[in-house]
Nanobody, 119 residues
């Protein structure tokens, strides 16, 4: 079983910054990709950014130029640096990881961390 623990959410004013972290633990052989999703009230969960084991990244259009995803493979940790935050970035942010563990392929979710952008 693979567990993901997120941290770094909170309340920030428009234009501010936050950094989210997500650490994976458990019986992990390899992590192919880690990503951040978000879900705002009344909306579907959407992929915000994703990073593969070789460092390839993907961003949703609304995050390009403002958010940066990175990972520390040695620590099985992924980060999301969010700058120039807007009220529409308000959501619960979830970490996701997929890879291979002792029980085979896995896809795991974190518990979510609230990000609120408001003056």
């Amino acid at each position: 079983q693979v567990q993901l623990v997120e941290s770094g959410g909170g309340l920030v004013q428009p234009g501010g910054s936050l950094r989210l972290s997500c650490a994976a633990s458990g019986n992990i052989f390899s992590i192919n990709a880690m990503g951040w999703y978000r879900q705002a009230p009344g909306k579907q969960r959407e992929l915000v950014a994703d990073i593969t084991s070789d460092g390839s990244t993907w961003y949703v259009d609304s995050a390009k130029g403002r958010f940066t995803i990175s990972r520390d493979n040695a620590k099985n940790t992924v980060y999301l640096q969010m700058n120039s935050l807007k009220p529409e970035d308000t959501a619960v942010y979830y970490c996701h990881a997929r890879g291979v563990g002792i029980m085979g392929d896995f896809g795991s979710w974190g518990q979510g961390t609230q990000v609120t952008v408001s003056s």
